[in-house]
Structure formats: C-alpha cells, structure tokens
Nanobody, 121 residues
Framework: QVQLVESGGGLVQAGGSLRLSCAAS????????MAWFRQAPGKEREFVAR???????NYADSVKGRFTISRDNAKNTVYLQMSSLKPEDTALYYC???????????????WGQGTQVTVSS
C-alpha cells in the first residue's frame, strides 16, 4: 500500500516556475514508477511525466523541455519542476504510482489528492 500527498501548487504568472512535491509512504517506494498527471476542467486526465526506479524519465510532448521530474528515494519523494509555465498548464496535478512503465491513468494503482496549479496570462 502506498499513500501519496502532493504539495507545491499555487498561482503563478505565465513564464514563471513552480516545483511540485509528492511525498509517499511505504518502504518499497524506490521500486515504483512515479508519475505526474494533470486534469483541467472539462478535460480528461492526461499524462505529464514519469520516472522509474533507475531514474529513467519520459515526458509528454507538451511539457518537454519545460518540466523536469526527479525523485529522492531516501526521502520517498518525487518532484516536478515546472518552468516557462503557460496558461494552458493550468490544471489539478496528481502524483501516481505503479509497478509498470505506462502513461495510461488506468494503469496506476495509487493516487494523491491533487494540487492545483493556476497560470495567469
């Protein structure tokens, strides 16, 4: 069982930066693939970035070059550094965990409650 708690969301102007954090419980955190998803009002939840146990990463095309995912297994925490933010990045951001390597939300077993990111123009 893994419990996830996100933090770090907020209101930022376009072009600004934010860093999201996701703190995980559980002794097997390092074995999980950790991912960030986001969901804007009226839209489906979409993949943003993922990182596996060895540190390999993958990003959605819409955030590539602007967002960076990382993890600190000693702290059971995964991060999402977001830069050059755009109004279209506005969404509720979720942290998720699974034991595979997938971008589909349905394949993730554990989810946090989400943290709101709002980018003003």
């Amino acid at each position: 069982q893994v419990q996830l708690v996100e933090s770090g969301g907020g209101l930022v102007q376009a072009g600004g930066s934010l860093r999201l954090s996701c703190a995980a419980s559980g002794r097997t955190f390092s074995s999980y693939t950790m991912a960030w998803f986001r969901q804007a009002p009226g839209k489906e939840r979409e993949f943003v970035a993922r990182i596996n146990w060895s540190g390999s990463t993958n990003y959605a095309d819409s955030v590539k070059g602007r967002f960076t995912i990382s993890r600190d297994n000693a702290k059971n925490t995964v991060y999402l550094q977001m830069s050059s933010l755009k109004p279209e990045d506005t969404a509720l951001y979720y942290c998720a965990a699974n034991r595979g390597w997938d971008t589909r939300p349905s394949e993730y077993d554990y989810w946090g409650q989400g943290t709101q990111v709002t980018v003003s123009s």
